[in-house]
Each structure stands twice: as structure tokens, then as C-alpha cells.
């Protein structure tokens, strides 16, 4: 599935960077959208991860081209940011219909991570205000009896 990708191109050391690299994208992301909608409802939630995941997908390939000039001498500097992605392109990603590779899964994978946190913190806003009890899904209510 991912045997042609360009990933695997990479030295071991060069294929480690951009996993670390990646791997510490993705945990500022998450942290930061984390705090960002400690008290926000759902609709800000859900606003924040389409344009926090747009900016990803049209920032990030600089991001990643800045680390390729770390790795390779014959690369010059240069802005490759292109026009920024359509409402379509973002649904391919979120639907894994792009083309096969580790970066447009990622992506996808980021994308879906969002969705995740927007319904964990909402789910835990509930439950805190009673409306879940203790049969919460995705985190029991604190100072709540389990049931056995």
C-alpha cells in the first residue's frame, strides 16, 4: 500500500527526524486546540478543527520542506506554499479518498484526532454538569459510584 511512497526514500535517521517531527506537530496541535476549547461549546469546537486542519494542510508542507534542507545540500530555499485547499480536497483527506500515502493519511488522521477531542470535551462539559451521569462513554463522571 505504501510501497512507493517517498517516505521510505529516506535514510533511517532522516526517516526518524520526520517521524519526530511529525509526532510533535501533531501533540502542539492537539494540546493547543485542547486549551483553546476548555469551556467552548460544540459548534466552536467543530469550527476551530476545520480551520486549524486547513492551516495544517496548506502551512504544513513548508514545515516539512524546511526539515528536507536540513537533510539534503542541493535543496534551496523556497516558499512552496501554494493556494490554499478546497472545502473538497479537506473532505477527501478526512475520507482517506486522496492519494495512498503517508502524508494525506496523517492528515486525515489529524483530521480525525480533532473530531475526537471536540466530542471528548464535550462529553466531559456534560457529565461534570450531571446531564450523562455515570454511564459516560468516553470518561466516567468523577465522584460518581461505578456501576458493577
Not at 1 to 8: K, L, P
Not at 10 to 20: A, N, T, V
Not at 104 to 120: A, M, Q
Request: proline share 4%; net charge positive.
Amino acid at each position: 500500500m505504501y510501497a512507493n511512497d517517498s517516505f521510505f526514500t529516506l535514510s533511517l535517521p532522516g526517516q526518524s527526524g520526520l517521524l519526530l517531527l511529525s509526532t510533535f506537530l501533531t501533540i502542539i496541535i492537539f494540546i493547543g486546540f485542547w486549551k483553546l476549547t476548555k469551556r467552548s461549546n460544540v459548534f466552536f469546537k467543530l469550527g476551530l478543527f476545520v480551520s486549524i486542519l486547513w492551516l495544517f494542510v496548506w502551512l504544513s508542507p513548508q514545515i516539512y520542506y524546511s526539515y528536507y534542507l536540513f537533510l539534503f545540500d542541493d535543496l534551496k530555499f523556497k516558499n512552496i506554499t501554494k493556494h490554499p485547499p478546497t472545502a473538497a480536497y479537506i473532505v477527501s483527506l478526512m475520507t482517506f479518498s486522496n492519494r495512498v500515502d503517508f502524508s494525506n493519511h496523517g492528515k486525515g488522521l489529524l483530521g480525525w484526532g480533532l473530531i475526537f477531542l471536540s466530542l471528548v470535551r464535550t462529553s466531559r462539559k456534560r457529565c461534570a454538569e450531571g446531564q450523562l451521569g455515570g454511564n459516560a462513554v468516553i470518561y466516567p463522571c468523577k465522584n460518581v459510584a461505578k456501576p458493577d
